[in-house]
């Protein structure tokens, strides 16, 4: 699938910064509110993203749990918004970057990768120069106290959704762990979907929304999702071992 290309605000410049490839730099004043960035290109899951030219994977922006806008072929000027862990621009929704304050001529545009991304596609030191630089951008920003509290909540609708989720999730009860053994051999994957929805918070998910969702490892997302019966099996008996408290502490607050 294919979306609208790229767009940077006429009151920005794209162009060539050194060690951090290219960013673009405000040449008039940018008002609070504006729109200085909109994200097109092909809309491709993990599996698709990953097939992807890394020059291409580069300029991306994840949009859902299992879901990628990577940039056109040729880059375009909309790619070229930087990250910084003290940003003046952030999402306003999944393909939408705007100024989060007034821009002044010169300033260079950036948003904070932690507001945007919950997979571990594009983690990396950081040495944005901000006093508040975290030193390293994770898959698990989203879940920082201090940046919730920062941000006002002001993060993509899928991380919202998952924030949402994180104050539902819970451990199985003994009673929820045998129906789910009871239940497995006849059909693992209602099996699988009631203990998942429980323990991530996601009680109206698909299960392979939540697996993508999830810290799992990315080849056993995929083995799950294909429906491997190695892989499977081990996530039943994982549930039933420890009650899903390795799901339920990978969405909570750091």
């Known amino acids: 699938m294919t979306l609208q290309f790229n767009r940077l605000t006429p009151l920005a410049r794209a162009e060539p910064m050194g060690d951090v490839g290219w960013g673009s730099r405000a040449i008039a004043l940018i008002p609070q509110g504006t729109v200085v960035a909109t994200f097109g290109g092909d809309a491709v899951d993990r599996r698709g993203f990953d097939a992807m030219p890394a020059t291409r994977r580069e300029r991306s922006i994840q949009v859902d749990d299992n879901l990628f806008i990577v940039g056109p072929p040729e880059r375009e000027p909309g790619d070229a918004v930087n990250h910084s862990c003290e940003p003046n621009c952030g999402p306003r929704s999944a393909t939408q970057i705007v100024a989060w304050r007034d821009i002044s001529v010169g300033e260079v545009l950036t948003f904070d990768y932690g507001t945007t991304d919950g997979s571990d596609y594009d983690q990396f030191p950081c040495a944005c120069g901000s006093t508040l630089c975290r030193g390293q951008t994770t898959s698990d920003d989203w ?24 104050t539902r999730a819970r451990m199985l009860t003994k009673k929820e762990r045998v129906e789910m053994l009871a239940t497995y051999d006849r059909d693992p994957a ?16 698909r299960l392979g929304d939540m697996i993508h969702a999830s810290h799992l490892p990315l080849d056993v997302k995929r083995a799950i999702c294909d429906g491997d019966v190695t892989a499977c099996d081990a996530l039943v008996g994982g549930l039933n071992e420890f009650a899903g408290e390795p799901f339920v502490a990978a969405v909570s607050p750091l």
């Open 143 to 166: 879940r920082r106290i201090d940046l919730q509290q920062r941000y006002a909540l002001r993060f993509s609708p899928y991380l919202l959704r998952r924030l949402a989720c994180s």
């Open 190 to 205: 209602k099996a699988l979907s009631v203990a998942l929805r429980a323990v991530t918070g996601r009680v109206h998910d």
